[in-house]
């Protein structure tokens, strides 16, 4: 079993900037793929971000490149997310997943692991 728990939601106000964290446990992390989601009132769930911790590649929903950023500290087994110059079509709930070998990272059904999600809502 996995545990994700994700971290650092809250109300901000547009063009500001929140930093969410995803801490795992149950496993040793370095060769999982580690995502985040969003899914908004109404809405269906979408990809944001996803980072593979062996080898540092990244990918970004083009909605969100320029302004958010992944990372991951491996001997935390946490993976963040910095969000600047938010907007108030930002605002959902942020989900956490993570999947041993995922080939398509922008493909929600592929994640094996989902954490309970954290909410972002910014102000406009």
């Known amino acids: 079993q996995v545990l994700l728990v994700e971290s650092g939601g809250g109300l901000v106000q547009a063009g500001g900037s929140l930093r969410l964290s995803c801490a795992a446990s149950?496993?040793?992390?370095?060769?999982?793929?580690m995502a985040w989601f969003r899914q908004a009132p109404g809405k269906e769930r979408e990809f944001v971000a996803a980072?593979?911790?062996?080898?540092?590649?990244?990918y970004y929903a083009d909605s969100v490149k320029g302004r958010f950023t992944i990372s991951r500290d491996n001997a935390k087994n946490t993976v963040y997310l910095q969000m600047d110059s938010l907007k108030p079509d930002d605002t959902a709930v942020y989900y956490c997943a993570a999947d041993p070998d995922l080939v398509v990272l922008s493909a929600q059904s592929g994640y094996r692991y989902w954490g309970q999600g954290t909410q972002v809502t910014v102000s406009s």
């Open positions: 980072i593979r911790w062996s080898g540092g590649y990244t």
């Open positions: 149950g496993r040793t992390f370095s060769m999982y793929v």
